[in-house]
């Protein structure tokens, strides 16, 4: 396989690993409006990533760029707090640099988070939604290019996120910690615009439960790195058609913020329960 980023983003990584205190067990992406959740885990070091050279800046409120470090009770972690968005007219190569940085940190799993829109109509905003499938079709070229050409087939074969440990983990958290987890297929559109309500139908035929514009190409890096992806999104809105509403960025990071006690139990329990897994 060959990896483009290692090379292009030689002073990146440089400066990043120079600064990081510890390798790390777990990684987890942030997504719109969840941030905040890094700021209840009283970092032992937050890097800007201003202070990253190379390192793109975000463009999307609600995304702080910032990179935490975390102890949680012995669990090392590493936090995005802020991602970078394909919408934003960054290269997929980086948008898949926090991905490459929790790689060389060493995670052996990551949680990807994000704010998508419900299709299905048993989905309310407000939701958690633990991914059992997504679609790549539309990032497969970019993908192979960064991934190796002829590799993207073999390994988006290999995606059952099912299966993966953290995924049963994940559940059985929820469930013990008297959290509703929905379970259902994240379809990735490109953005920036949302989705007309055409759009959408044409998702709902093709099995999707929620819509987002990010996630997807993180996990199958993740999984071409050698990492565990278990993708977690807070459903922050009816998708487009579903309700007469118009849909605002400012809807999602609302959303998002009065999930955040749910989010963060759900979150720390899940780290808990890889503790005493290990
Ligand atoms: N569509 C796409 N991305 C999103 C949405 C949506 O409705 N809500 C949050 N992210």
Known sequence: ????????????????????????????????GLGEFADSLEPVLTIPVSELPQYPPSTVA??????????????????????????????????????????????????????????????????????????????????????????????????????????????????TSGIALKEGVYFFSKGPSYETPAEIRFMREFGADAVGMSSVHEAVYAIARGMKPALISCITNFAAGISPNKLYHEEVTETANLVRTKFETLLKNVFNNTIAKN
């Open 62 to 175: 609600g995304h702080q760029g910032k990179i935490h470090f975390v102890d949680y009770k012995g669990l090392k972690l590493l936090l995005f707090q802020g991602r970078i968005h394909y919408y934003e007219g960054y290269t997929l190569d980086q948008c898949l640099l926090p991905a490459e940085l929790s790689a060389l940190s060493g995670a052996r799993e990551i949680i990807i988070t994000n704010a998508a829109g419900g299709i299905n109509s048993l989905f309310s905003p407000g939701d958690l939604m633990l991914t059992s499938g997504f679609n790549s079709m539309f990032l497969k070229k970019e993908l192979s290019i960064i991934l190796g050409a002829g590799n993207i087939d073999q390994r988006n074969a290999l995606v059952q996120l099912t299966e993966i440990p953290l995924y049963s983990r994940i559940k059985d958290t929820a469930q």
């Open 1 to 32: 396989m060959k990896l483009t980023l290692t090379k292009k983003y030689a002073a990146t990584i440089a400066e990043f690993k120079k600064r990081a205190p510890f390798s790390v067990d777990m990684a987890l992406i942030l997504g719109s």
